[in-house]
């Protein structure tokens, strides 16, 4: 009997152990940060289990994904004009992120979860205006 509560105990602290090494990373969504309209930060490394969390610090922001840059079997958010908003990070791959009313202004950001096993794709998605070279940018990061 205390063999077997021993088990449970140990195989419960496992399947616990992956969710307490979990990591919130909050974004700031701005007017002005190293450029106007800015994510902070606007690349970001995580892992699996990851939350994000989008603060409107400034007001006329949203957090939203890119289709085309969102791993396979990851599921697509679209946040409310100035509402925070939290989303976890479920799948390894890339991620790119915008802010709607400001996309083409280069409001964006990029979160590379674990492998990522999505580069090629994302690299083939086209941006307008200024989103353009900032995703050039942050995607020579990822190497």
Same mark, same amino acid.
């Not at 083939?124 to 020579?140: C, K, Q, S, Y």
């Given at each position: ?11 419960? /602290?496992? %399947?616990?152990?992956?969710?307490? #090494? %979990?990591?919130?990373? !909050?974004?700031?969504?701005? *007017? ?15 892992? @699996?289990?990851?939350? $994000? ?5 400034? @007001? ?9 840059? $969102?791993?396979?079997? %990851? ?6 004009? *100035? ?9 390894? /791959? ?7 009313? #400001? ?6 950001? $990029?979160?590379?979860?674990?492998? @990522?096993? *999505? ?7 086209? #941006? ?7 995703? !050039?940018?942050? $995607?020579?990061?990822?190497?």
């Amino acid at each position: 009997m205390k063999r077997s509560l021993a088990l449970i105990a140990l195989a419960a /602290g496992l %399947a616990l152990s992956g969710a307490a #090494h %979990a990591v919130e990373h !909050e974004i700031k969504m701005l *007017n002005r940060g190293e450029r106007p309209m800015v994510f902070e930060p606007e690349f970001l490394r995580a892992e @699996p289990g990851d939350t $994000l969390r989008f603060v409107a610090v400034d @007001p006329g922001h949203n957090a939203e994904t890119i289709p085309g840059m $969102l791993p396979e079997g %990851a599921e697509p958010f679209k946040g409310t004009i *100035n509402q925070e908003i939290v989303y976890t990070l479920t799948e390894e /791959g890339i991620y790119g992120i915008k802010c709607l009313p #400001h996309y083409g202004m280069g409001m964006v950001m $990029l979160v590379v979860v674990g492998e @990522p096993l *999505n580069l090629e794709e994302a690299k083939e998605v086209r #941006h307008p205006g200024r989103a353009r070279n900032i995703f !050039e940018d942050l $995607l020579t990061q990822v190497d």
